[in-house]
């Protein structure tokens, strides 16, 4: 901790923010393995449309995959956007991803194709995504503006791919409304200007 009135320094919101996203890609991992060797038993997390019993996976959908390659492909993404995220403050990357997950899962559950089973990070990814790329123009942060920039040069194509509603198998349904949640968390959490001018 430093600076004036116990204000964490930058190393200091690097080294926790880093910290949070390697226990939560772990965590993802751990239960990916209880799931294989349960047999698939974790893949009932999953949000069935329309479903009222299905409520109660809105969030655990967020935290299961189906299989190895489903979780590799989101590990990479969800790791750098969650850390970038989560350089502002842990407490507000929290709050950030609470809303996301839960307006994901609950969009998912409302909209998306009868008798199909959504489960995954990437919603979470997609609003972690369209979170960095407005908030720092919804702040005036010049950093926070070049951070959104860089990520869609980055990962503006897959994230455009992932909305086109021709592919099967991938509910473009759960990445919108990710996407959608993370660009209103933005303007939902965004920082007072005293508290800009410390973290900028």
Avoid: Y
Avoid at 108 to 125: E, F, K, M, Q, R
Avoid at 138 to 144: D, N, Y
């Amino acid at each position: 901790m430093s600076g004036v009135g116990g204000e964490w320094s930058r190393g200091d919101r690097a080294l926790a923010a880093g910290k949070l996203m390697l226990v939560w890609i772990a965590l993802l991992w751990l239960l990916e393995v209880v799931d294989v060797l349960s047999g698939h038993a974790l893949d009932g997390l999953g949000v069935t449309p329309r479903t009222p019993s299905e409520l109660v996976d809105v969030v655990p959908s967020a935290f299961i995959h189906f299989g190895f390659a489903h979780l590799a492909a989101n590990t990479v993404p969800l790791l750098v956007l969650g850390f970038l995220a989560a350089l502002a403050g842990l407490r507000r990357f929290l709050l950030v991803c609470a809303l996301i997950v839960i307006a994901d899962g609950l969009g998912v559950w409302l909209i998306a194709p009868a008798h199909t089973n959504t489960a995954g990070a990437s919603g979470l990814i997609f609003g972690l995504f369209g979170f960095l790329l407005v908030s720092g123009f919804v702040e005036r942060r010049p950093l926070g503006v070049l951070v959104g920039i860089l990520i869609a040069a980055i990962w503006g194509g897959s994230i455009l791919a992932g909305l086109a509603p021709t592919q099967t198998g991938i509910s473009w349904q759960g990445h919108l409304l990710g996407l959608l949640a993370g660009v209103a968390a933005a303007f939902v959490f965004r920082r007072p200007a005293a508290s800009r001018a410390l973290a900028s």
